[in-house]
């Protein structure tokens, strides 16, 4: 599986976050359904084709825990930050996104609209 470094080019952070890389449907669908807590520092990258509000779009059904969500565009600017809680029907971006990054509340003041990020994949030894 593949992971990813997230930088925040704009509001730099001292440990930056790694996440799965999900692409796939099935990984999607799943995301952290579930979970009942996240590793330090750990996040789950949700890849769409596109930048879209509708695929973009995240369920909360049959979470366990609270996520800070941060939707980013195809071009690696902030679209939307929201603090999602579990058990809600569905969260959608003010803005088209193609990225969807779930992480652990305490992350939820890294990042903010409009903040370029980058993602750096992480060489398999």
Known sequence: MKSVTIHN???PNPQPLTAKY???F???LRGLTFRRKLP???G???VQSRDSRLDSSIHMLAMWIDLAVVWITDNGEGADVRLARRWRPAYFSQRAARYVLEMDVAHFNEFQIGDKVRFEEIAKH
Do not use: K, M, Q, V
């Open 26 to 28: 099935l990984c999607r």
């Open 40 to 42: 330090p520092n750990w």
């Open 9 to 11: 080019l704009t509001h």
């Open 22 to 24: 999900c692409a796939s």
């Open 44 to 46: 789950l990258l949700l």
